[in-house]
Structure formats: C-alpha cells, structure tokens
C-alpha cells in the first residue's frame, strides 16, 4: 500500500513538474501566435485589395524595435474619430482587414493597425512589456499627426488586444478620449485554468481559489481586471455571449470592476456572439452600439479634457 501511494504521488508530482517546465519553457507561444497553422507569417493581403486608402507606417518603440502599421482613411481629409486597433493573439492584421473596412464604412472614421512585434512585418519577439511599448509608440505617433483631430483618438481592442488597450488608456489619460473592449479577459492568470483545466489549481488572479503556486512563473499575466479599475476615459464592453475562447463572465467581471469607479461605462450583450464573430453577427446594433459611443465621447470639435 505504502508503494503503491508513494508511486502514485511520484506520478502525480511528475506530471505537475514536467507541465510546470512547459508551461515556463513554451508560455509565449500559447498567449501569442502571430502565424496561424498552415499560414505564413506575411500579410495574405494589403488594404489596397480592398480598396482602402492607406499609408505605410513604420515606428521604432522606446526599445527600439521596428514596427510595422497600417493607417486607413475612409478618404484623405477624413478628420472623423481615429481608431487605434488592437487585435486578438492570433494572426496578423491582415486577418482583420474585412472588420475594419465595414468600421470605416460604418462609422465614418480613420483606423491605425498596428502589428504588435513579431507579427506581420514587424521585428522583434512578442511579450508583454515589449507589446505595451509598441501600443505606446502607436499612440504616440498618432497625437503627432496634424492630418487628424487629435481630441478624438479611441482604442479598440479585442481580446489580447483589450488588454493592451486597457493599459494604454490607463496610462494616457490626456491622449485617448474612449476605450472599447471586446471579448476581453480578466487576466491570462484567469486563462491560464480555461486553456489548460489542470492549472487551475496551481494559477489564477485574484477572483479565483487557485492556490496561485504558480503565478510567478506566467511572463505575460496581462492583468486586464487591475488595470480597467484605473481608466477614467468612458468605456464600451462588447460581449458576445456564445464565446467559446473566452468566458462571458470575464467581460462581466471587468465591466464590475471598472463600474464602482466609472460611471461612463456601458456594457452591451451579443445573444449570438462568438469570440472572432460577435461583430458580424451582432449586425446593425454592434455597429449602432459603437456609433452611438463615438457620437457621445468623441464628437465632432471635442475639446481636449486635460482636467481628467
């Protein structure tokens, strides 16, 4: 009896070791994966196969690496809101191009695409602090342009890129007028037991039961439910209630989170939503969801509110 349990315990303390060396060794490659399978790492196709008109942008972040984006205008003068994009962990920006010519068509507005390092064109190798560089250097080179109103600068970010656009607009306050969150999560700590059902006792954020053993192992916790708690610019979750990725509770929890501080928060439910669809099958009401968000805190000849 006593082998038999001192075999089985060496068996289970195996299992957790050799997951806890993966975890370590490959984490970056489950949170980022800038080449989908059977895909190559280049763009399949430019905005100009869509007809976009579009410029080039190339951006060095304060570490320097070489970033690579998109700027899209629904015409050359178009002085409508700006969008700054942020996409999911997978793929390149390529791969968002149809969303984003129905948004410029939609709400009439400039969007800037940028591909965080390692993705698309740019260089580098993607991890947290890198990427919350590179969105800063995005956002840096549009309060730069004359070309735009600068007063009506709105991040968009969808899953990973929530939280890359939760941080941003945490940390600029003077530069971004409004955040827009879709299918967003609470923490990879948070995802970490979803992706993977055995860690959940061993990591998790704050909300959780986990015994968080092993949380100081995760390089890229992207705590998306600390930093949404700090945003005072008006918020706008989009939550599609069929997400198979991400939990719905998550999008609630965060909306939660950002609520007892905030009161320009609106938070709105997709019944058909899926984690890559909810803007298609959310259909006029996602994009009069967004219209009518943009028209309320990025109108046109919105002053700066450097008091916030």
Known sequence: MVTYVSALFYGVGGIVVAGVALLVA???????VPVLPGLTKSYPITPARLNLIYEDVWLRSSDGVRLHSWFIKMFPDCR?????????NAGNIAHRLEMVRIM?????????????????????YP???????????????LSQRTDIDTSRIVVFGRSLGGAVGAVLTKNNPEKVSALILENTFTSILDMAGVLLPFLKWFIGGSGTKSLKLLN????????????????KQPVLFLSGLQDEMVPPFH??????????????????????????????????????????????????GRKPDTGR
Not at 80 to 88: A, K, M, N, R, V
Not at 127 to 141: E, P, R, V, Y
Request: net charge neutral.
């Open 104 to 124: 410029i068509q939609k709400l009439k507005c400039n969007v800037f695409m940028l591909s965080y390092r390692g993705y698309g064109e740019s260089e580098g």
């Open 26 to 32: 490959f984490q970056e490659k489950l949170v980022y």
């Open 216 to 231: 100081f192992v995760v390089r890229s916790p992207w705590k998306t439910i600390d930093a949404i708690g700090e945003v």
């Open 80 to 88: 409508g809101p700006t969008i700054l994009f942020f996409q999911e």
């Open 251 to 300: 999008m609630k929890m965060l909306y939660a989170k950002a609520a007892t501080r905030n009161s320009q928060c609106t938070f709105v439910e997709f019944p058909n939503g899926m984690h890559m669809d909810t803007w298609l099958t959310g259909g006029d009401v996602y994009w009069r969801t967004v219209m009518e968000f943009l028209a309320k805190h990025a109108p046109e």
């Open 127 to 141: 991890s947290q602090q890198g990427i919350i560089k590179d969105a800063q250097a995005a956002l840096d080179h």
